[in-house]
């Protein structure tokens, strides 16, 4: 298997590999923000059940 | 002018309009929680609480434009949502802003609103409805040139034509009807109101004046009732 | 029915939970196989050589932009007739990964186009429309974003995708129409090439692997968008109440 | 006194005259367009200005004006229409009457459907039956002058109508006319790729009449769904 050839796809690297680089860039930034997104989303919420529990101690 | 005795309406089997369970939220913040009413025919709901208590939104949630988060409001049993054709011809909604057009003059806005709510009458009767109210010499004059007091009356116009006229509306909602009135003003609104509930009809009112109607009206202080739930 | 409980935001939440992992195993091995097959196993292309590779990511990625609106549109109904908070947002989750596939076709379109017609843009009928699905994709997060009362945009959002669905095959029609009048029929830009066998799989397992992926993204995007609405609730009615029990706090 | 109460006259139910509803609505805006002339004028002057532009732009060599001509008069009526679309509903929601006209005993459809057809006599008429004066400037035969003509006729209405969509969804939002314009432009492209490929067709005499009637089906099909989609969409505001 020649990978240099296959790397150079008959000289159109830069495209080819554009596109799939752009392609996975892509997929790794959506989920990264996605998972940030969620985490952001679980600390408020814990905080705001945290200041619950403290306000009201005896349930 | 001596209680008419104009009651040419048929007395209806008693309409009921009741509220039960009605909740709304805006956003996080909780507006209307859990809050159930019933009135009958000939009776007023006056709404009582400080600004942002939920009156208008009770209001605008029976007049048919807000829909509940969760309970239902019922006329006669059935769910108002059901009835959004007919409840239209019900319903009369009197909001807090005046709902009139500046480019228009006093009459033609009164005129506008007839037309809107399907009511064709004799200019005559118009005229005489401002007369009533007061404003029959500032007919000609643009809404936008006349005082928050004179456009409220343009409201008791439209209340005075819907009393005398053969579809009368059985339920009004009203917001603050007597603000920027003067005394003259807020007595023949209590008129209106009274023949209104003397008809047979229903009211709903958010208002913080102590109106004398007090033997036909239930109060509710939403204010308290939002207490009461936290 | 069962079924019918999860369709409130609170017994859904553990449920997508549950969901994602296996979503997102079945994306990646259909991923792996798919690129597999499409980069080592499918033969040359007897006219564009290897760059013809570029369909096995450009196709799949203008088939889930179209799928992922007609999905939107889908949720969007349910949303306005059965009132249901939930469907309304999906489609909040969907919209982001369904304008990011639109931008990759048109994307990965031009980095084909180059090559093999010589221009980065040729007004080809299916890219032109690819570009207009994603001014509605923008529109849509715009006009959700412009609005403050969560409600109402769900609400917004969802008549104005279904708006938009209904407008795809007219503005696809039209743009056909127009782009024959301009350049007449003959020249189809972007006529695939002769699909051998192994091609068609490789495509369509990379379509597959697209699907899933997008529905391990929005199903996490759903989640935190279901947190994002608890936040601030009046205690009585914290939804996150029944979510600590899934021990929320401790980030699972 | 009470005998001109009892006189009142008596009319029929409003229910069972649904279509009232939208003569009133219509009227009821011409007679405000009426008070204020001013923004049917300034929308009308914004077209003359936008299509004037181009040929100070591009030069007065006049085989290219010729050839870009039903672009440039079609996409200047396409921003003038979107430059009126706010008011119409905005200064109604800002005074409440609106709520009125949602309550109104009339279907909100019919209602709607009037306001949109009010709009369109307010401003699309007037930009179509301006465009053949400006099409002089471009260097366009009497002929082609009249496609352009009748296809701005036949397409603005559409233009009034999938606005009046966006309007309604913006009601009241911040920054709502930029976000209008982002949402309505998109689906104004096949009404604008009809239009200016008729009158193109017609520049090189080709048959047109494949785009006038595919913009008469779309003004017809339009006709009947938006005015139910935008009555929705003001419900969804007005919560």
Not at chain 3, 202 to 214: D, N, P
Not at chain 4, 33 to 49: D, T, Y
């Amino acid at each position: 298997m020649n990978w240099a050839a296959f790397f150079s796809m008959d000289a159109r690297a830069f495209y080819m590999w554009g596109s799939f680089g752009a392609f996975v860039v892509a997929i790794m930034l959506e989920i990264t923000l996605v998972r940030l997104r969620g985490k952001r989303a679980q600390a408020e919420i814990g905080e705001e059940l945290m200041a619950d529990k403290a306000k009201r101690p005896a349930q | 002018m001596a209680a008419s005795s104009v009651s040419n309406s048929t007395q209806t089997a008693a309409d009921t309009l009741r509220g039960s369970g009605l909740r709304l939220e805006r956003g996080s913040r909780t507006i209307i929680d859990n809050i159930s009413f019933g009135i009958a025919s000939g009776q007023a709901l006056i709404l009582r609480g400080a600004n942002g208590s939920g009156k208008t939104s009770l209001l605008r949630m029976l007049a048919g434009l807000t829909l509940p988060d969760a309970g239902v409001v019922l006329w006669n049993g059935e769910p108002l949502r059901a009835l959004s054709a007919t409840w239209r011809s019900v319903a009369l909604y009197l909001g807090h802003n005046n709902a009139l057009k500046d480019d228009f003059t006093a009459h033609e806005n009164l005129a506008d609103a007839l037309s809107i709510d399907g009511i064709s009458l004799e200019p005559s009767a118009q005229l005489e409805a401002l007369e009533k109210v007061g404003l029959i010499d500032r007919r000609h004059v643009l809404a936008r040139r006349l005082s928050q007091g004179q456009k409220r009356r343009i409201g008791l116009a439209r209340l005075w034509l819907a009393l005398s006229h053969a579809h009368h509306k059985p339920l009004w909602l009203l917001d603050e009807p007597t603000n920027a009135l003067d005394s003259e003003g807020v007595l023949l609104f209590t008129e209106l109101i009274g023949r209104h509930l003397g008809r047979g009809g229903i009211a709903c009112i958010a208002t913080h004046l102590a109106l004398d109607i007090a033997s036909r009206a239930k109060e509710m202080n939403l204010d308290s009732r939002i207490e009461v739930v936290r | 029915m069962s079924l019918f409980k999860y369709s409130s935001p609170t017994a859904f939440y553990p449920l997508a939970g549950k969901l994602v992992p296996w979503f997102a195993a079945l994306a990646a091995i259909f991923a792996v196989i798919g690129l597999y097959l499409g980069l080592f196993v499918a033969p040359e292309d007897f006219q564009q050589g290897e760059v013809y590779r570029i369909i096995f990511i450009h196709v799949p990625a203008a088939w889930m932009a179209m799928v992922i609106y007609l999905a939107m549109a889908m949720y969007g109904v349910m949303a306005l007739t059965f009132n249901t908070r939930l469907s309304a947002m999906m489609m909040e989750a969907l919209a982001p990964t369904g304008a990011i596939f639109t931008a990759l076709a048109l994307w990965t379109g031009a980095l084909w186009g180059k090559p093999t017609w010589g221009t980065y843009w040729a007004w080809d009928a299916r890219m032109t429309s690819t570009l207009i699905l994603l001014f509605l994709y923008i529109g849509y997060l715009a006009l959700i974003n412009a609005i403050e009362d969560k409600k109402r945009a769900d609400k917004a959002g969802a008549l104005l995708v279904i708006v938009g669905s209904v407008n795809v095959p007219i503005i696809y029609f039209s743009v056909k129409w127009w782009n024959t009048l301009h350049q007449g029929a003959s020249v189809s830009v972007t006529a695939s090439p002769k699909m051998a066998a192994i091609m068609l799989w490789a495509m369509l397992i990379m379509a597959i692997a697209c699907w899933t992926y997008a529905i391990t993204i929005s199903l996490v995007r759903v989640r935190a968008i279901i947190l994002e609405r608890e936040r601030g609730r009046s205690h009585s009615t914290r939804v996150a109440n029944t979510l600590s029990a899934t021990n929320i706090v401790a980030g699972s | 006194m009470t005998a001109t109460l009892n006189s009142l006259t008596q009319i029929d139910s409003p229910v069972f005259q649904p279509e009232r509803g939208f003569i009133v609505a219509m009227a009821r805006d011409a007679r405000l367009a009426a008070r204020s002339k001013g923004e049917a004028i300034q929308a009308l002057a914004f077209f003359v200005v936008v299509v004037s532009l181009f040929p100070l732009a591009i030069g007065p060599e006049s085989a290219l004006l010729k050839r870009i001509a039903p672009g440039v008069v079609w996409v200047a009526a396409l921003l003038s229409v979107l430059l009126t679309l706010p008011r119409m509903f905005a200064n109604d929601h800002a005074d409440g009457t609106l709520e009125q006209l949602a309550l109104s005993v009339y279907p909100l459809p019919t209602i709607v459907a009037g306001k949109i057809v009010a709009h369109w006599l307010m401003t699309g008429l007037p930009l179509a039956v301006l465009s053949p004066l400006l099409g002089l400037q471009f260097g366009l035969a009497s002929g082609e002058l009249a496609v352009l003509c009748v296809s701005l006729i036949l397409g603005t209405p559409v233009l009034s109508m999938i606005g009046a969509i966006g309007a309604a969804l913006t009601l009241g939002v911040r920054g709502g006319s930029i976000l209008l314009a982002l949402l309505v432009l998109p689906l104004y492209i096949p009404v604008l790729i009809f239009g200016a490929g008729a009158v193109e067709q017609a520049m090189v005499s080709i048959d047109f009449s494949a785009n006038l009637s595919l913009l008469g089906a779309i003004v017809l099909l339009a006709g009947l769904a938006v005015p139910f989609a935008v009555a929705a969409a003001l419900k969804i505001s007005l919560d």
